[in-house]
């Protein structure tokens, strides 16, 4: 009996692995005019890579992302009775090196010295990080209450040791993190603006230290999305809106906590995870836009049994494995409701993937022929339960999962984020237009045909795309 149960497939077509088994070929990782290396090419794959150039350039305007240490970004100072501008990365510096780092270890040893219980010394250690953001933001000083992160503290269940590392060691290794961005990140990071088809490939050091700029609120001009703001086509990277929470219409405040929390504890997990062993690899970022070399569908002749397919009812997109083409199901502003309340299948990839996070930083909007490929991002986390029972479930080692990196040092799989259309009228879908806009979507994100020298993994890992909220037929899908 037992023997027969072990010969039962819980899958129709093709087994897995046989799709699996081979990788696309890579040619040898070089900068060109369309794809932007910031760090050098023959760096020890041993070690993290070494920045490029040596020394940190910066671009101030609206094709490059604005940098928080640039010696443009100015800070508005009310000294001697009189308005100035200051730097404010020389701001930045003092709040996270002298209030975060040298503040909150002098004043937690006065508060043990005086016997305060481990409740007050947390609740400082958090009022020290709120000033600290706030320092170089504060006209958001009545709409940012960091609700999440005092929760978090107030409740310990910031992963790793709980408050006492995190305050003790990790928080203060994210600080570094971010102070040293102007040595990690030398070169001006272009803007993937849309229908700009151009590619990005960042160490995941360089990553890290972006992201600890981003937990610590330090981009500037991202906070602003008013129609006239800016970066209004970009989605949001500053953490303000994660590590707050406010009551709305919407949700209600013990859903929106919990949520947060639980996102946050995946991205806390992540630091700690660097500062332990920094990471060795790289990843790439490429923006797809399809234009004219839309296929003509009425002639193709390829029918589905042409096709070798894997259908599996018991897995998950991110557990395909290497090899394969994970599809993210994108929102047109990338991440979708991750830094905020969001938590479907796209915030839980990038919660568990921080990594992809980093995208926010720099893709605008996708237009309707548009797509993001992105090569080698590694997983910290495992979760479980979806929406609003989703939980940090624990630690992930991608090397335990069967993955390798290939010679550019990315882990061999690549996620495409690609935005189906929302329905508020399902009956639209099957409108001529509307199907074509949802096939040559996917076929930006799949083909080969684009960038014909990088080959993409050969599986597409790919589920109910656009179904569910946005109201897409299974069946047509």
Request: with cysteine; hydrophobic share 35%.
């Amino acid at each position: 009996m037992i023997e027969s149960l072990k010969c039962v497939q819980y899958f129709k077509g093709d087994p897995l692995d046989e799709l699996t088994s081979s990788s696309p070929c890579l040619p040898p990782l070089q900068p060109s005019r369309t794809h932007k290396v910031f760090f050098r090419c023959d760096s020890n794959p041993v070690k993290p890579p070494i920045p490029y150039p040596d020394d940190y350039q910066d671009k101030w305007n609206g094709l490059f992302v604005r940098m928080p240490c640039s010696p443009e970004s100015v800070y508005p100072v009310y000294e001697g009775g009189a308005n100035s501008l200051i730097s404010r990365w020389v701001v930045i510096e003092k709040a996270l090196r002298n209030k975060i780092k040298s503040s909150d270890e002098l004043k937690v040893k006065n508060l043990v010295h005086f016997n305060f219980n481990n409740v007050v010394i947390h609740v400082i250690r958090f009022a020290i990080c709120m000033e600290a953001i706030l320092s170089y933001n504060y006209r958001f000083k009545s709409y940012w209450n960091f609700k999440t992160l005092e929760q978090l503290c107030m409740m310990n269940l910031i992963p790793d040791g709980g408050n006492d590392n995190f305050f003790g060691n990790t928080l203060s290794g994210i600080c570094s993190l971010a102070l040293n961005l102007p040595i990690f990140v030398t070169k001006p990071i272009p803007l993937l603006s849309c229908r700009k088809e151009c590619a990005l490939t960042l160490s995941q050091l360089q990553i890290a230290s972006l992201l600890a700029n981003a937990l610590f609120c330090t981009f500037p001009r991202r906070n602003c999305h008013s129609q006239d703001a800016e970066y209004v086509n970009f989605p949001q990277i500053n953490f303000s809106h994660l590590l707050s929470a406010k009551a709305d219409s919407k949700y209600n405040t013990s859903r929106t906590l919990h949520v947060k929390i639980e996102k946050l504890r995946c991205i806390l997990h992540y630091f700690h995870r660097v500062l332990q062993k920094f990471p060795t690899g790289s990843v790439t970022f490429t923006r797809r836009c399809l234009g004219n070399l839309s296929p003509d569908w009425s002639r193709s002749e390829l029918t589905f049994d042409q096709l070798r397919l894997h259908v599996n009812a018991t897995g998950s997109i991110t557990d395909a494995g290497p090899n394969t083409l994970q599809v993210d199901f994108a929102n047109s502003y990338l991440g979708g409701g991750v830094l905020n309340s969001g938590c479907v299948q796209e915030e839980i990839m990038f919660a568990l993937r921080p990594e992809l996070l980093v995208s926010c930083l720099f893709v605008e909007r996708l237009g309707f022929d548009e797509t993001l490929i992105i090569e080698g991002a590694e997983q910290y986390s495992v979760g479980s339960g979806y929406a609003d029972d989703f939980c940090w479930a624990g630690d992930f080692i991608h090397s335990d999962s069967g993955m390798k990196r290939d010679k550019w040092g990315r882990w061999n799989y690549a996620v495409v984020a690609m935005d189906a259309t929302k329905y508020s009228n399902p009956m639209e879908q099957y409108n001529v237009e509307e199907m074509l806009r949802e096939l040559n979507k996917a076929y930006c994100g799949f083909t080969d045909e684009l960038f014909p020298e990088r080959k993409l993994p050969p599986v597409v890992a790919t589920g109910n795309w656009g179904c569910g909220a946005f109201r897409g037929d299974v069946e047509l899908k």
